[in-house]
C-alpha cells in the first residue's frame, strides 16, 4: 500500500503523497484511532523526543511515541505542507482540516490502488499494532496505556486474538531446563 504513495510522491503529487503515507505509518506506528490522528495540531508533535500528544475516548490525554521511520516521513509531511496558520497537523489540499472521514476515506482510496483485497479499515492499523506489541513486548499493561484503554478488556480481545503459537510465554518456558 505504501508503494502508491511512493509512486504519488515520485510522480510530482508530492504535498498528498507525503501526507497519506505518514498518516498511514502514524496510524501503524502509534496505534491511534482515526479520530485521534485526524484531531492532532502542530502544538501536539514533540520533534526531540519523538512523541505525539494525543486526545482520546473520553477527553483523556496521552502520549504516544512516533518510530523513526514514521518521523521522518512526518517531516517530510511538514515540509511540503503550507503554513497558513492553521493549527491542525493534516491538511487538504485546500488547505482546510483533514477530517477523520476524510482519512477513512483516503484508505479505502489506498486501498483500491494498490489492489488489496482483504477486509479491514482503518481500525485494522491499531488492530496490527496491538498484536505486533504484544508479540514483542508482551507486557498488557504497556499495551493498555498506549492505546489509551480504560481497563484491560480490549487488551483482553488482542491476546485471545493471538494464535497459540504467538501467546506470550514465560521467560523460562522454551527454554532448555526451563520449568514448565
Not at 506506528?29 to 473520553?58: F, H, Q, Y
Not at 511538514?78 to 497558513?84: G, K, P
Not at 496558520?85 to 484508505?107: C, N, Y
Request: glycine share 10%; charged share 25%.
Amino acid at each position: 500500500m505504501l508503494s502508491v504513495y511512493d509512486f504519488d510522491y515520485q510522480h510530482g503529487v508530492r504535498f498528498l503523497g507525503s501526507r497519506n503515507r505518514a498518516i498511514v505509518l502514524m496510524l501503524l506506528d502509534t496505534g491511534m484511532r482515526v479520530s485521534e490522528i485526524a484531531n492532532v495540531k502542530l502544538e501536539d508533535i514533540d520533534s526531540e523526543r519523538g512523541w505525539v500528544r494525543v486526545m482520546g475516548k473520553g477527553a483523556k490525554e496521552r502520549v504516544v511515541r512516533i518510530g523513526a521511520t514514521a518521523q521522518r516521513t512526518l517531516w517530510r509531511y511538514l515540509a511540503h505542507r503550507l503554513d497558513n496558520g492553521r493549527g491542525e497537523l493534516w491538511l487538504t489540499e485546500e488547505g482546510t482540516p483533514f477530517q477523520s472521514d476524510g482519512v477513512q476515506i483516503m484508505i479505502k482510496r489506498l486501498k483500491q490502488r494498490a489492489e488489496v483485497t482483504s477486509k479491514g479499515n482503518c481500525h485494522r492499523f491499531h488492530h496490527t499494532l496491538a498484536l505486533n506489541f504484544l508479540r514483542a513486548d508482551r507486557n498488557p499493561f504497556n499495551l493498555q496505556y498506549l492505546l489509551g484503554h480504560s481497563d484491560l478488556r480490549m487488551v483482553r480481545h488482542y491476546t485471545a486474538t493471538l494464535g497459540m503459537e504467538d501467546a506470550p510465554q514465560s521467560p523460562q518456558e522454551g527454554k532448555p531446563g526451563g520449568s514448565p
